[in-house]
């Protein structure tokens, strides 16, 4: 089955360990493709539902979602899209800000972009390539490391 709960339950863990489920589709998170923790404790994450290409007709709004755990017990409650629109993005790294913003740097096909929420409501509103000229034979290379 895939369902969470059977799935924790199948986890051997070493004494003195526990898994807790934080997120699943139910927060949004569909077919995620790499996470990242800020240091405010949010969880980053890239997914992708056009992966592994874009089929005919088909509109790419790819994203990227910031999870929080608003009540300290290790669940995520508040999801938001902090990016859409975006088209099999391939790595995420959390960019240095000063709070309230929020950035990131995002692997997108040929280009590294650098994402930021200026105005701290936690969706980005300025998008700035970086870098560009990235090979899209095989898109894993576009890794941010």
């Not at 569909?30 to 990242?36: E, S």
Request: proline share 6%.
């Amino acid at each position: 089955a895939n369902d969470p709960a059977t799935e924790l339950a199948s986890f051997r863990l070493a004494e003195g360990f526990e898994a807790n489920l934080f997120a699943s589709e139910k927060d949004g998170v569909v077919k995620p493709i790499q996470i990242r923790w800020d240091t405010r404790g949010r969880l980053w994450v890239i997914q992708s539902t056009t992966y592994p290409q874009l089929q005919p007709g088909e509109t790419p709004n790819d994203k990227v979602l910031i999870l929080e755990d608003t009540d300290g017990d290790g669940k995520s409650y508040k999801t938001t899209v902090f990016a859409d629109g975006l088209m099999i993005p391939t790595a995420l790294e959390i960019a240095p800000t000063v709070q309230p913003a929020s950035a990131c740097y995002l692997g997108e096909g040929t280009k590294l972009w650098l994402l930021t929420d200026t105005d701290g409501d936690g969706k980005c509103d300025k998008r700035e390539v970086v870098l560009r000229g990235f090979g899209t034979g095989k898109t894993i290379h576009v890794g941010v490391r």
